[in-house]
């Protein structure tokens, strides 16, 4: 099962993107859905996550505040709208999906990966 991500690209400090990850109908509407994000010499770390049902977010502490996931689960699509770019937030980012309603913020615990799009924040 493939995810599908994409949004990604070169921005300027401060300005925003928007990110967007389709599924397989079966795969996208049987559980939650996050986002991760990986940089050069860094581990893959959380970003945000969104329960089945839409009613449960959650998000890293570095960009809370700044960006918002979103669903629609009739368009068997996900979201992440990042507002505030930093440099810091230069990254691979990958949308992924696990079997379960509940959210999770570790990235073992998803069954399914899209193959990522990169994110360039520029000073």
């Known amino acids: 099962v493939q995810l599908q991500a994409s949004g990604g690209g070169l921005v300027q400090a401060g300005n925003s993107l928007r990110l967007s990850c389709s599924a397989p109908?079966?795969?996208?509407?049987?559980?939650?859905m996050g986002w991760f994000r990986q940089a050069p010499g860094k581990e893959r770390e959380f970003v945000a996550a969104?329960?089945?049902?839409?009613?449960?977010?959650s998000y890293a502490n570095s960009v809370k505040g700044r960006f918002t996931i979103s669903r629609d689960n009739a368009k068997s699509s996900v979201y992440l709208q990042m507002n505030s770019l930093k440099p810091e937030d230069t990254a691979v980012y990958y949308c992924a999906a696990r079997s379960y309603s509940d959210i999770s913020v570790y990235w073992r615990s998803y069954h399914y990966w899209g193959q990522g799009t990169q994110v360039t924040v520029s000073s």
């Open positions: 969104i329960s089945r049902s839409g009613f449960s977010t």
């Open positions: 109908g079966r795969t996208f509407s049987s559980g939650a």
